[in-house]
Nanobody
Framework: QVQLVESGGGLVQAGGSLKLSCVAS????????MGWYRQAPGKQRESVAT???????NYADSVKGRFTISRDNAKNLLYLQMNSLKPEDTAVYYC?????????????WGQGTQVTVSS
């Protein structure tokens, strides 16, 4: 059973920075992609940033230039560096990992970490 555990959330003022971490219970090299998603109250969960096993990254337009996703395969860690935070970044942030299994994609999720940005 794969477990993903996020940390690093908290309360920060607008313009500040936070770095989220996600540690996996297994080698992250086995995942075809990993990413960060977020869900604000009353809204659907949305993709924030993703990174493939080859290192290719994608970002939501709303966070481009402010957030950076990275992974450390040796430590089984996924990171999200968030700079120039805005109140609209307030949400629960979830770590996601995708693995291919018999032709289908299996998704794993962490429990989430709260990020609150005050104005």
């Amino acid at each position: 059973q794969v477990q993903l555990v996020e940390s690093g959330g908290g309360l920060v003022q607008a313009g500040g920075s936070l770095k989220l971490s996600c540690v996996a219970s297994t080698s992250i090299a086995s995942f075809v992609a990993m990413g960060w998603y977020r869900q604000a109250p009353g809204k659907q969960r949305e993709s924030v940033a993703t990174i493939s096993s080859g290192g290719s990254t994608n970002y939501a337009d709303s966070v481009k230039g402010r957030f950076t996703i990275s992974r450390d395969n040796a430590k089984n860690l996924l990171y999200l560096q968030m700079n120039s935070l805005k109140p609209e970044d307030t949400a629960v942030y979830y770590c996601n990992a995708k693995r291919l299994s018999t032709g289908s994609v299996v998704n794993y999720w962490g429990q989430g970490t709260q990020v609150t940005v005050s104005s």
